[in-house]
């Protein structure tokens, strides 16, 4: 290739003249080229060399520094040799053999440019080697140290998931006998490495999230490393939030509850007393018409008054959500939405009879009158459909919309200012479940939860936890 002869030229450009040894070559294609001088113009006597000899014997030292020094080295002793030779095939009278010479000189100057690349290619493929190996043997190193210095435990698993090595974290963690050991036995459940990947397990009062990596040969080991990263004090700080959120959501459901009831309790009753008041002396004799006609006004006020206070004490805590329970609470809140705004509201209700925990039917109320009232506001819908399903385990709220949808964008799929949509994503969260939101320009939305029936235990041990005024905090 041209490229291979262009370095092979920049190589042989750069004999080792820094060397003795090559001097010494040099010498010796020289005294050859002597030998030759002499017996060409000697007195007739014996010979130092043959005919035909002296360029088969140039090969020695060119093939010597093809082995020693590569093309640098026989590249310049097959030149070195073809000067000190030209003169003798130029020769103006000629001597017997020329045509000889100049074959055997191209035979020289091939060997020397040949089998010096040859051997310069596989010297470079001996170093590259090396370079490799060297390489490898770091990143082993490497390896190794930070095997040993990490401080999350880990295990090196062999084909049988069994422990063939550990780090002195995992050491202290399971202890020396750790070594040998199936790997199913250590993580707390007779489960494969594999099935446990990214899960979080309890050992010696610490969590552990299991990180599984799988290593190749050209690692020095095969099979797979198990990595334990501690994730206590991550968990805890969850834990922590969870039960801040769950507070929040509670002492705001208290204040809700108390509101609805000083409303109901004091303006709400004033204003009907005011109203009644009203009629009162409208209906008074001997009153001008027109004053008649104003305290009718003002009772007409009065009384829309408390429509409103009425209609707000029921949103903050509707009563027939504590007295009869979600399916009517929200039966409730779909025909007041149908008088209210004009939309088609429609509930259907599956699988649901008796009552259900109060906190599931709370957060399922506020889901529902979240995602209602959006549509509401957002929508500019026409219809809007509920549906309340269980199966025994799970409740599963649906709330779809005709309306003009959006595009969720952002964390979790809502967009900025959505705050209501959070809301209800954390009250299901809360609950133990999940929602879902589907919503695209011009199809409408659906907003979907799925809420355990039976709490889980983390969830149930948050819910009974004391707060500092000795309540119980519930979700």
């Given at each position: 290739?041209?490229?291979?002869?262009?370095?092979?030229?920049?190589?042989?450009?750069?004999?080792?003249?820094?060397?003795?040894?090559?001097?010494?070559?040099?010498?010796?294609?020289?005294?050859?080229?002597?030998?030759?001088?002499?017996?060409?113009?000697?007195?007739?006597?014996?010979?130092?060399?043959?005919?035909?000899?002296?360029?088969?014997?140039?090969?020695?030292?060119?093939?010597?520094?093809?082995?020693?020094?590569?093309?640098?080295?026989?590249?310049?002793?097959?030149?070195?040799?073809?000067?000190?030779?030209?003169?003798?095939?130029?020769?103006?009278?000629?001597?017997?053999?020329?045509?000889?010479?100049?074959?055997?000189?191209?035979?020289?100057?091939?060997?020397?440019?040949?089998?010096?690349?040859?051997?310069?290619?596989?010297?470079?493929?001996?170093?590259?080697?090396?370079?490799?190996?060297?390489?490898?043997?770091?990143?082993?190193?490497?390896?190794?140290?930070?095997?040993?210095?990490?401080?999350?435990?880990?295990?090196?698993?062999?084909e049988?998931?069994?422990?063939?090595?550990?780090?002195?974290?995992?050491?202290?963690?399971?202890?020396?006998?750790?070594?040998?050991?199936?790997?199913?036995?250590?993580?707390?459940?007779?489960?494969?490495?594999?099935?446990?990947?990214?899960?979080?397990?309890?050992?010696?009062?610490?969590?552990?999230?299991?990180?599984?990596?799988?290593?190749?040969?050209?690692?020095?080991?095969?099979?797979?490393?198990?990595?334990?990263?501690?994730?206590?004090?991550?968990?805890?700080?969850?834990?922590?939030?969870?039960?801040?959120?769950?507070?929040?959501?509670?002492?705001?459901?208290?204040?809700?509850?108390r509101?609805?009831?000083?409303?109901?309790?004091?303006?709400?009753?004033?204003?009907?007393?005011?109203?009644?008041?009203?009629?009162?002396?409208?209906?008074?004799?001997?009153?001008?018409?027109?004053?008649?006609?104003?305290?009718?006004?003002?009772?007409?006020?009065?009384?829309?008054?408390?429509?409103?206070?009425?209609?707000?004490?029921?949103?903050?805590?509707?009563?027939?959500?504590?007295?009869?329970?979600?399916?009517?609470?929200?039966?409730?809140?779909?025909?007041?939405?149908?008088?209210?705004?004009?939309?088609?509201?429609?509930?259907?209700?599956?699988n649901?009879?008796?009552?259900?925990?109060?906190?599931?039917?709370?957060?399922?109320f506020?889901?529902?009158?979240?995602?209602?009232?959006?549509?509401?506001?957002?929508?500019?819908?026409?219809r809007?459909?509920?549906?309340?399903?269980?199966?025994?385990?799970?409740?599963?709220?649906?709330?779809?919309d005709?309306?003009a949808?959006?595009?969720?964008?952002?964390?979790?799929?809502?967009?900025?200012?959505?705050?209501?949509?959070?809301?209800?994503r954390?009250?299901?969260?809360?609950?133990?479940?999940?929602?879902?939101?589907?919503?695209?320009?011009?199809?409408?939305?659906?907003?979907?939860?799925?809420?355990?029936?039976?709490?889980?235990?983390?969830?149930?041990?948050?819910?009974?936890?004391?707060?500092?005024?000795g309540?119980?905090?519930?979700?």
């Amino acid at each position: 290739m041209p490229t291979d002869l262009g370095a092979a030229l920049r190589r042989a450009a750069h004999p080792p003249v820094r060397d003795a040894r090559f001097w010494v070559v040099q010498v010796m294609v020289l005294l050859i080229a002597g030998a030759h001088v002499s017996d060409l113009f000697g007195d007739a006597g014996p010979k130092f060399l043959p005919d035909g000899l002296p360029l088969t014997v140039l090969i020695v030292p060119v093939g010597y520094a093809a082995l020693r020094y590569g093309l640098t080295g026989s590249a310049a002793t097959g030149i070195w040799a073809t000067l000190l030779w030209l003169p003798f095939i130029a020769m103006p009278d000629g001597h017997d053999g020329v045509l000889t010479d100049v074959l055997d000189l191209a035979v020289v100057d091939l060997v020397a440019f040949v089998a010096g690349h040859r051997i310069e290619q596989e010297r470079l493929a001996h170093r590259r080697a090396q370079k490799a190996t060297t390489d490898r043997l770091a990143m082993v190193t490497l390896y190794q140290q930070l095997f040993r210095a990490n401080h999350a435990p880990i295990l090196v698993l062999d084909e049988d998931h069994r422990v063939a090595d550990a780090n002195p974290a995992a050491l202290v963690l399971f202890g020396p006998a750790v070594i040998g050991q199936a790997a199913r036995s250590l993580l707390g459940a007779a489960l494969a490495p594999a099935a446990r990947a990214g899960q979080v397990v309890s050992l010696d009062g610490r969590d552990y999230r299991v990180n599984l990596v799988s290593l190749t040969a050209e690692q020095s080991v095969a099979g797979q490393q198990v990595v334990l990263e501690d994730v206590t004090e991550e968990r805890s700080e969850g834990r922590r939030a969870s039960e801040y959120a769950a507070l929040v959501v509670r002492t705001e459901e208290e204040q809700r509850q108390r509101l609805a009831r000083e409303l109901h309790d004091e303006p709400l009753q004033l204003f009907l007393h005011l109203a009644r008041r009203l009629r009162g002396l409208a209906r008074t004799t001997g009153l001008p018409s027109s004053v008649g006609e104003g305290l009718d006004e003002a009772c007409h006020q009065a009384l829309a008054a408390a429509t409103r206070l009425r209609s707000v004490a029921r949103d903050l805590r509707p009563p027939a959500l504590d007295e009869l329970g979600l399916a009517a609470a929200l039966s409730s809140l779909m025909a007041d939405v149908e008088d209210e705004e004009g939309l088609v509201a429609e509930l259907q209700v599956h699988n649901v009879a008796g009552r259900l925990r109060p906190e599931v039917e709370l957060g399922a109320f506020r889901i529902v009158q979240e995602a209602v009232r959006n549509t509401v506001r957002h929508a500019g819908a026409s219809r809007v459909d509920v549906v309340l399903a269980g199966d025994g385990d799970h409740l599963s709220v649906s709330v779809t919309d005709d309306g003009a949808g959006f595009a969720p964008t952002g964390t979790g799929g809502v967009g900025a200012g959505h705050f209501g949509i959070l809301g209800m994503r954390e009250r299901a969260r809360l609950l133990g479940g999940q929602l879902e939101l589907r919503s695209a320009p011009g199809e409408g939305t659906v907003v979907q939860a799925c809420i355990p029936l039976v709490m889980p235990p983390a969830l149930s041990e948050r819910a009974v936890a004391p707060t500092q005024s000795g309540a119980a905090l519930a979700v």
